[in-house]
């Protein structure tokens, strides 16, 4: 519609050039029905149905006046820029949520179940938990699961944002939208079609696009009062410019006076800007839920985080073996697996996993919270914790590592030590990287634990971290970040339940891993789909680089009506100069906003 308007006036201006008014006339006013429809009817139906003075009221006006004035080409010209600006606004959105929607394309139409012998497929819509899924190379998983047969690797760079597919086996988690790339897998589905880590995502992205930002708001409430205020000058110019001179010459400055002061690029600029900020961070795994939380994330200057999950990879692995005269590591690691085979101790899976084929145990008794004994070969072996078990000569070594925040298993062979083996939850590789990133860019970081202080600050050094609070509970660690709130805007980073309510208290609440605690995600303002840290300075990067652009967009709108103005109740400009000058301004702040959609070359994208 814009187009056709456009085009309608400028052959009646080439028209009008060449001597035939008539036509001329005939294609400004199909220019000015043409654009106009494209706004007018809705300013009318606002103003009967709910009193709304709206900035279309003010176009609508500001047409009106210049057809009664005779001024038929400035009007059509009006309502061609005008409608253009609008379509504009709607380009902007599109393209903005066209990284959005894309989410919505992994997850399949349909899915392969297997039932007794046979395979059928069904709308994913219909998916339940406890089905069994056929994924085959090249498939996408349907929904949340667990790999009950097969082995292969799955392709989770459009969820995680990881370039390395990650291996599955039996036992092992798999979430919505990976892609199988080697073998087939029987998946039992843990959630169902339409409820899944996917869909969550999917959801919080809708929330994204259905609110609006602090500023976004703040320009509303600008705008609110300045309509109304618009329409009492532009009254008041024509009525005392009629009274003190010529009633066509003020009624006509009246007109630009209401063209000129309207707010439209005020209006339009920052949801434009917000919607496509958000757009393009869904691109590289950041799911900003609103534009508030867009704004306010390019304010943030002090970052608490958890440890476990966070910082650490959450997967405990053996780090250390020792071992006493006569004994070899592979003897320890092979008695402590044996028992801890059968063990539901959280550290069973990493001694089991460093010793893949432990020996069978018989006699087994665990003991909650102290170790395990057992006979292996007819030998009784014994596993626990110093505090359980003496280390004696060991006793420096694992005092030591415990030092270092490792958790140590002793292992007594007929009640006597042989070796003992630490296991620590790693830092994740590009820790230390992150925290330096967020230092450079003078954001301090403290550490929020609920481990003890002696782990918490083996973690921390390692990690560059300074600032290390341990042994809370989850209202200390809101507490906690309240406290750093007062001082500066601070956003806390954390994936569990336990997180929640700090996550909640935050100026800014990112969850680590959407695929993680539903608890988290739903306290949390940001949800990063994968769990690389890397992400945490470049979305911050990108949410000042937004930030800064709202800032230009409100002077920018700003400074068009403050300018304008003066220029059109003293005549300088006239009514087709500002409508051009408006709208123009009108457009370059709408394209300036869509630079928030540009992903920086070096930012990972999903």
């Known amino acids: 519609m814009p187009v056709f308007s456009g085009v309608a006036l400028l052959v009646g201006l080439a028209s009008e050039w060449s001597g035939a008014e008539t036509f001329a006339q005939v294609l400004f006013w199909i220019g000015l029905l043409v654009g106009g429809s494209t706004f007018i009817p809705d300013a009318l139906r606002g103003l009967f149905t709910s009193g709304r003075l709206g900035i279309s009221l003010l176009m609508t006006i500001s047409a009106v006046g210049a057809v009664i004035l005779g001024y038929m080409e400035e009007a059509a010209a009006l309502a061609f820029l005008y409608s253009l600006a609008e379509a504009l606004e709607d380009k902007a959105m599109n393209?903005?949520?066209?990284?959005?929607?894309?989410?919505?394309?992994?997850?399949?139409?349909?899915?392969?179940?297997?039932?007794?012998?046979?395979?059928?497929?069904?709308?994913?819509?219909?998916?339940?938990?406890?089905?069994?899924l056929v994924i085959r190379p090249g498939e996408r998983v349907a929904t949340d699961g667990i790999v009950r047969k097969g082995r292969s690797s799955l392709d989770t760079s459009a969820i995680t944002g990881e370039s390395i597919p990650v291996e599955v086996t039996g036992g092992d988690e798999v979430t919505a939208g990976s892609i199988n790339t080697s073998g087939v897998l029987l998946i039992e589905t843990t959630a169902t079609g339409t409820d899944n880590s996917l869909t969550t995502i999917v959801e919080l992205v809708e929330k994204a696009q259905a609110k609006k930002g602090q500023r976004a708001?703040?320009?509303?409430?600008?705008?609110?009062?300045?309509?109304p205020g618009v329409l009492i000058l532009a009254v008041a110019v024509a009525l005392i410019g009629s009274l003190l001179g010529d009633p066509e010459l003020w009624i006509t400055r009246a007109l630009v006076v209401l063209v000129a002061a309207s707010p439209c690029a005020l209006a339009i600029s920052v949801p434009v800007t917000v919607v496509s900020g958000i757009g393009a961070a869904s691109r590289f795994g950041v799911i900003i839920k609103s534009g508030a939380a867009f704004e306010r994330f390019g304010d943030i200057r002090h970052v608490a985080v958890d440890k476990t999950g966070t910082l650490t990879r959450n997967q405990p692995t053996v780090v250390q073996v020792l071992t006493t005269e006569g004994i070899t590591r592979q003897q320890v690691l092979s008695y402590a697996a044996s028992l801890e085979q059968h063990s539901t101790h959280p550290l069973a899976a990493a001694i089991t996993t460093a010793a893949p084929e432990p020996r069978p145990a018989e006699n087994l008794k665990e003991s909650a919270g102290q170790g395990i004994t057992g006979l292996v070969d007819g030998v009784r072996i014994t596993l626990g914790s110093p505090r359980w078990l003496a280390p004696d000569i060991l006793t420096d070594e694992v005092t030591a590592l415990e030092r270092e925040g490792v958790t140590m298993v002793i292992v007594h062979r007929d009640h006597l030590p042989i070796g003992a083996v630490g296991v620590r939850d790693e830092l994740r590789p590009e820790t230390p990287a992150t925290i330096a990133a967020l230092a450079d860019r003078d954001i301090a970081v403290t550490m929020l634990t609920g481990d003890n202080i002696r782990t918490a600050w083996a973690i921390a050094v390692q990690a560059g971290i300074r600032d290390v609070r341990a042994g809370l509970r989850p209202e200390d660690k809101s507490a906690a970040v309240m406290e750093l709130s007062r001082s500066y805007p601070t956003a806390m980073i954390g994936d569990g339940i336990n997180d929640a309510p700090a996550l909640a208290a935050a100026d800014i609440g990112i969850a680590m891993g959407a695929a993680g605690s539903d608890a988290a995600i739903e306290s949390a303002d940001i949800a990063f789909t994968g769990h690389d840290l890397r992400l945490i300075p470049q979305a911050l990067d990108h949410a000042r680089r937004g930030r800064a652009i709202i800032n230009q967009n409100i002077i920018l709108s700003l400074l068009i009506i403050i300018v304008l103005l003066p220029l059109s109740i003293t005549g300088v400009l006239g009514?087709?100069?500002?409508?051009?000058?408006?709208?123009?301004?009108?457009v370059i702040v709408i394209l300036n906003g869509l630079r928030a959609a540009r992903v920086r070359a070096d930012t990972p994208v999903a």
């Open 575 to 586: 009514l087709a100069t500002v409508v051009l000058v408006h709208e123009v301004a009108e």
């Open 95 to 132: 393209r903005a949520r066209s990284g959005l929607r894309a989410l919505l394309k992994l997850v399949p139409q349909t899915a392969r179940i297997q039932h007794d012998d046979t395979t059928t497929e069904i709308p994913v819509t219909e998916l339940q938990v406890g089905a069994l």
């Open 217 to 227: 708001r703040l320009a509303d409430q600008i705008a609110r009062p300045l309509v």
